[in-house]
């Protein structure tokens, strides 16, 4: 797909997705209960895989007391291996997911840069073998 830069590391977006965070809420109006659900049922959705994955958290992820913001991006990300000393790893991988508005004028590029600006991925990501 595209390359990215988080902090100092180039970074390979082999699929991007997202979905709306409360499109399968049929009744009633979001609250923590929901919202915890929400969160549970996605991640758990995406480490069926064999990546790990994780969701990036910010002071900004809701846009009430209740409501968090209309939309979940999940990026899965590959590089060069981390902290690979003895050069016996092919690389490293992650899915990154979080919380942002619908971005209808903005590249898949600029959306992940800026939902993950500030993202620490060498401390998150695993590096891996085929």
Do not use: C
């Amino acid at each position: 797909m595209e390359n990215i830069k988080i902090g100092k590391r180039e970074i390979t977006i082999e699929k991007f997705q997202f979905e709306h965070t409360y499109s399968g809420l049929i009744i009633g109006s979001p609250n923590e209960v929901i919202n915890t659900k929400i969160l549970s049922d996605y991640i758990n959705s995406l480490t069926k895989g064999h990546r790990k994955s994780i969701f990036h958290y910010t002071s900004n992820d809701y846009i009430s007391k209740d409501t968090l913001k209309p939309v979940i991006y999940s990026a899965f990300l590959e590089s060069d291996s981390i902290d690979d000393t003895e050069n016996q790893y092919d690389g490293s991988r992650l899915v990154v997911s979080w919380f942002g508005e619908e971005q209808i004028d903005k590249s898949v590029k600029q959306i992940i840069q800026e939902g993950l600006a500030g993202f620490k991925y060498d401390k998150l990501a695993e590096n891996f073998n085929f």
